[in-house]
Nanobody, 124 residues
Framework: QVQLVESGGGLVQAGDSLRLSCAAS????????MAWFRQAPGKEREFVAA????????DYTDSVKGRFTISRDNAKSTVFLQMSNLKPEDTAVYYC?????????????????WGQGTQVTVSS
């Protein structure tokens, strides 16, 4: 059974940092591209960052480039999202997603499995 369990969310002030983690199980982690998406109240779920199975390729949405870093530890089946210089507009529920292929994509439809989400709230 596939499981993705996010952790690390919380309430922080603008300019602070947070590190999200997503522990995966039930599939071959190193064969799967992983991604983070987020969904703010009243908005569509949007792509944040993705990393290929080998970590050779990484992609970010423009609004987080230079502030967020995605990484993975294939030995521990965990993907991370280091978020720095957080802004109030980063407030959202952050979801971890796994694809059944190594190649990354920014499309929601490219991911087969989803975590339950972790709340990130950034106050101004």
């Amino acid at each position: 059974q596939v499981q993705l369990v996010e952790s690390g969310g919380g309430l922080v002030q603008a300019g602070d940092s947070l590190r999200l983690s997503c522990a995966a199980s039930g599939f071959t982690f190193s064969n799967s591209a992983m991604a983070w998406f987020r969904q703010a109240p009243g908005k569509e779920r949007e792509f944040v960052a993705a990393i290929s199975g080998s970590a050779f390729r990484i992609d970010y949405t423009d609004s987080v480039k230079g502030r967020f870093t995605i990484s993975r530890d294939n030995a521990k089946s965990t993907v991370f999202l280091q978020m720095s210089n957080l802004k109030p507009e980063d407030t959202a529920v952050y979801y971890c997603a796994a694809a059944q292929r190594k190649i990354l994509t920014s499309l929601r439809s490219g991911y087969n499995y989803w975590g339950q989400g972790t709340q990130v709230t950034v106050s101004s």
